[in-house]
């Protein structure tokens, strides 16, 4: 049985609404929050609190029509009754909507109640048959199937359909029972790729003859040539100043590129720098002025370029160049699911819309796109870290940062990244070594943070390693460095701040969490990430991932959140709040990691990773992500 049925504008003006028994919660408010907001309204239904909804857009009119049930029911005639509605809403109320939407439909509740108790009749003692195979996906797979199935009709095989003809006969009962006599009285008449490097030219001799190569002198084994005992030697001839001063010249030299370094604002914060500096896009917007017009020739956004007037977009106009548009962004490494629900989102967002007189398809199919992608990139919750571990200076008690992913993307080397950037802001970071597993984990953090000590600019900022060695329990171990961190003075600022006395003690204000590397489908290894994360409870949770993956994305961050959720034990399970890409200066224009990895947690990228040093950590701006994924 129907619970609740809602017809409101795109725009959240509720037209008309009914209700037979009370509903719990606000399923409705999540649907427009998790899934229309998000544009997720390509797939076909939602659950919520033991609530399923399904629903159907009206975009003549910006309108939506959501029909509410328990999820455990299987009510064979919501799609019609769906298709149904809209058809006698819009003829009943489309004059009055056009002109003024704030009006009286109460005259309508009439129709909807007979149109319910219809389909309710005629469905109680219809059998439900089996689909045929041609109609399945398996024989879309088949060889058979995929010479039938053209790809411009997937995304058009994938999407609900209602036959036509039943909508008919379900208006005309309507009409020979009477009611839609009421209702009638109200109807009113009527960006540019850069080329490749060129390689550098090869330096030739002048005089044109080959140089002989001088004889090296053989060495033999055991023994050792004075120029390496000198280079060996690491052993003190001053007193330890001069060569303090040295090692942080060859560290700064050796992990930190000026060329990429931050720069402060107004307020004194430090800020990394974005992925595309301003000078390359003055460059990119220069050639785009200069080079010929992307949408011509065979372009997969022009072939409809010809198709002109006041038209109404269908599924005949809309499915081939939505096709086209789903096969470009897998080819910009978009998970293949991940491209098939956007352009059904964008589909069901324009299906019924007018054209105007020069419009045409593919560029307002781009446009919607553009729009879709800015909203699923653009983050819901503030980006602003420091701001939190000010909070927490104020509650006495560090900031929790844990790091989470698969093996080898890079989270040590990205923790010391973001440590970099912390010192820079005069925070006093502990590292948790909890990788306890990978041979050389604790040692590479402790290089990581004799380094970022040496190369410490801000006069209150530090920086301490806190481990207990291999094969321990790394909750445990995380337990203990947030306790430490909360109730252990950082003595390497004492000089800093003076003397100690209880007035002036300075504890640690951030606590960065390395965990081990583990497979997404390695349930021992997620038992002990859920555990680490509950007994610890961080304040955030940054799920580290490489900016190559295509569709493992989606499978890596669904199942480290249901790990996370399964395994906890906890009534309020944690999630993945965030994400750092990695390795993002090897995948050029392909940057569907990024919208791939936002869409299924739905969190922002905090940072990505450009390289080895450690200011190769920068800012990821929607608006370049966007016209790049959109760019051919």
């Not at 939602?46 to 003549?60: Q, V």
């Not at 011509?296 to 409809?304: E, K």
């Not at 701040?497 to 951030?510: K, Q, R, T, Y």
């Not at 799920?543 to 994305?553: K, R, S, T, Y």
């Amino acid at each position: 049985m129907l619970d609740h049925f809602s017809i409101f504008t795109k725009g959240g003006y509720v037209l008309w609404q009914k209700s037979y028994t009370p509903v719990s919660g606000s399923p409705v408010d999540d649907l427009i929050k998790n899934v229309l907001i998000e544009e997720r309204a390509g797939t076909v239904s939602y659950t919520k609190d033991g609530y399923a909804l399904r629903w159907t857009f009206a975009n003549e009119l910006d309108l939506v029509f959501v029909a509410v049930y328990q999820k455990i029911l299987q009510l064979a005639y919501l799609d019609e009754l769906l298709e149904t509605v809209k058809q006698l809403f819009l003829t009943m109320f489309s004059g009055m909507i056009e002109n003024s939407m704030f009006k009286d439909y109460s005259s309508f509740e009439s129709t909807f109640t007979q149109l319910l108790q219809q389909l309710e009749d005629k469905y109680v003692h219809r059998t439900k048959a089996p689909r045929k195979f041609e109609e399945t996906k398996k024989f879309e797979n088949t060889l058979k199937g995929s010479k039938i199935v053209p790809n411009t009709q997937l995304l058009a095989t994938a999407s609900r359909t209602v036959d036509e003809d039943e909508i008919a006969k379900n208006i005309k009962a309507l009409k020979l029972q009477g009611g839609l006599k009421a209702g009638l009285k109200n109807r009113k008449g009527g960006k540019a790729k850069t080329g490749p490097a060129s390689s550098p030219e090869t330096k030739e001799d002048t005089t044109g003859k080959k140089k002989k190569s001088q004889k090296q002198a053989r060495v033999w084994e055991g023994q050792i040539s004075k120029g390496e005992m000198a280079t060996l030697d690491y052993s003190s001839s001053g007193n330890g100043k001069e060569d303090t001063v040295v090692d942080s010249e060859a560290i700064a030299a050796q992990f930190i590129d000026h060329s990429k370094l931050g720069s402060k604002n107004k307020d004194g914060v430090y800020e990394v720098q974005d992925v595309l500096l301003e000078e390359e896009e003055e460059e990119e917007e220069e050639e785009d002025t200069t080079a010929p017009s992307k949408f011509t020739g065979s372009s997969i956004f022009s072939y409809l370029k010809t198709m002109t007037g006041q038209r109404e977009l269908s599924a005949e106009t809309l499915d081939p160049t939505l096709a086209a548009m789903k096969e470009h962004l897998i080819t910009k490494n978009v998970a293949s699911d991940i491209a098939e629900h956007l352009c059904q989102s964008v589909r069901s967002s324009l299906m019924g819309k007018k054209l105007g007189s020069f419009e045409r398809v593919s560029t307002t199919v781009k446009k919607s796109m553009e729009i879709a992608l800015k909203r699923i990139l653009t983050p819901k919750t503030s980006l602003d870290i420091l701001r939190d571990i000010d909070q927490t200076r104020v509650e006495k008690r560090p900031y929790v940062i844990t790091f989470i992913g698969v093996n080898g993307v890079g989270k040590s080397t990205n923790l010391s990244k973001v440590c970099f950037w912390l010192l820079q802001n005069n925070c006093k970071v502990l590292i948790a070594a909890c990788d306890t597993f990978r041979s050389g984990a604790v040692e590479q953090l402790r290089v990581h943070a004799r380094n970022l000590e040496a190369l410490k600019t801000s006069g209150g900022g530090s920086v301490e390693l806190f481990e207990r060695g291999y094969g321990k329990d790394a909750a445990g171990i995380a337990k203990d460095a947030i306790s430490y961190g909360r109730n252990r003075v950082c003595l390497s600022v004492v000089s800093y701040i003076g003397p100690i006395f209880p007035a002036n003690l300075h504890h640690f204000d951030v606590v960065l969490i390395d965990t081990a590397g583990r497979m997404q489908d390695n349930e021992p290894l997620m038992r002990s990430l859920a555990k680490l994360v509950s007994v610890n409870n961080p304040d955030k949770i940054i799920f580290v991932g490489e900016a190559l993956v295509g569709n493992e994305a989606v499978d890596q961050l669904t199942k480290f959140n249901q790990a996370l959720k399964d395994f906890s034990g906890l009534q309020n399970p944690r999630h993945i709040d965030g994400m750092i890409l990695t390795k993002f200066d090897t995948i050029d224009d392909k940057m569907g990691a990024a919208l791939s990895m936002t869409y299924i947690t739905g969190q922002p990228i905090y940072f990505v990773g450009t390289g080895q040093t450690y200011t190769d950590l920068k800012n990821l701006r929607v608006s370049h992500v966007v016209a790049t994924l959109l760019q051919e």
